[in-house]
């Protein structure tokens, strides 16, 4: 099982960058894609979450209206759209996949290698 996050980069405050997830491996119906971030000093942080089969998204409170997770089943592949960046949204970003509750870190089986995500001011 492989999943290969990608699309960091450094943007200015206010700007926008999206993130990519592609999974292979496995069948992923069953599964929770989710995003996650950790910050310099800082424990992983849920970000998003997407059920692969239903389509139903969890947000955190700081990604509300400015991030948006989506899927590609065809592509096997998850996004994260983020907009109106922060320099507090500087971090890792890391996608992962799970069968559990998508806001705890632990119960997610397979994580991918992370991408940095760079926000200046």
């Known amino acids: 099982v492989q999943l290969q996050a990608s699309g960091g980069g450094l943007v200015q405050a206010g700007g926008s960058l999206r993130l990519s997830c592609a999974a292979s491996?496995?069948?992923?119906?069953?599964?929770?894609m989710g995003w996650f971030r950790q910050g310099p000093g800082k424990e992983h942080e849920f970000v998003s979450a997407?059920?692969?089969?239903?389509?139903?998204?969890d947000y955190a409170d700081s990604a509300k209206g400015r991030f948006t997770i989506s899927r590609d089943s065809a592509k096997n592949t998850v996004y994260l759209q983020m907009s109106s960046l922060k320099p507090e949204d500087t971090a890792v970003y890391y996608c992962?996949?799970?069968?559990?509750?998508?806001?705890?870190?632990?119960?997610?089986?397979?994580w991918g290698q992370g991408t940095q995500v760079t926000v200046s001011s």
């Open positions: 997407i059920w692969w089969s239903s389509g139903v998204t």
């Open positions: 992962a996949a799970g069968q559990g509750s998508v806001f705890s870190s632990r119960t997610y089986d397979y």
């Open positions: 491996g496995r069948t992923f119906s069953g599964y929770a």
